[in-house]
């Protein structure tokens, strides 16, 4: 009976099994990197929240949510392509003594085109809404 000679098995194995490894690295990195981006999102949009909600006047509200949500991402390294802010400060206007809440909106354009694995796309948006409630007997103006 005739040996059937291995030569070269090594090599088709490899040829297979080390895109299959690198691509499932790829793909863990795409997990991590999404679920950091959304974890620092929620952070930014309650930041948002909460520092429109202690101010009495609603352009103020506004100012104030937009800059504290940019300036959480950044300082947590965060580095968004585009970092949309969308405050809802309808409330400011109800009577005091109302229950009324501020809502906001954190949306992210995460740049993930370094990845380079097939099948994740070269952006992605992380979005995360968050509300503040205002103070009800604290004095507002529109």
């Known amino acids: 009976m005739k ?4 030569r070269g098995s090594a090599s088709v ?6 895109p299959a490894f690198a691509l499932f690295v790829g793909l863990i990195i795409f997990g991590g990197r999404t679920a950091v981006v959304r974890h620092s999102v929620e952070s930014a949009a309650a930041d ?8 009495r006047v609603e352009a103020d509200a506004k100012k104030a949510a937009k800059d504290a949500a940019v300036t959480n991402l ?4 965060i580095n968004c392509l585009r970092v949309d802010v969308d405050i809802d ?6 009577d005091v003594g109302t ?3 501020v809502d ?12 380079s694995v097939p099948g994740v796309p070269g952006t992605r948006t992380i ?13 507002r103006s529109p």
């Open 3 to 6: 040996r059937r000679d291995d």
């Open 13 to 18: 194995e490899a040829a297979i099994a080390v």
């Open 48 to 55: 948002a929240a909460r520092s429109a909600s202690i101010l």
């Open 74 to 77: 950044a300082n947590q390294g």
């Open 89 to 94: 400060t309808q409330q400011f206007s109800r």
């Open 99 to 101: 229950p009324a809440q």
């Open 104 to 115: 906001v909106t954190v949306s992210c354009l995460l740049d993930l085109s370094d990845l």
């Open 127 to 139: 979005s995360a809404t968050m509300t503040s409630p205002i103070d009800t007997w604290r004095e």
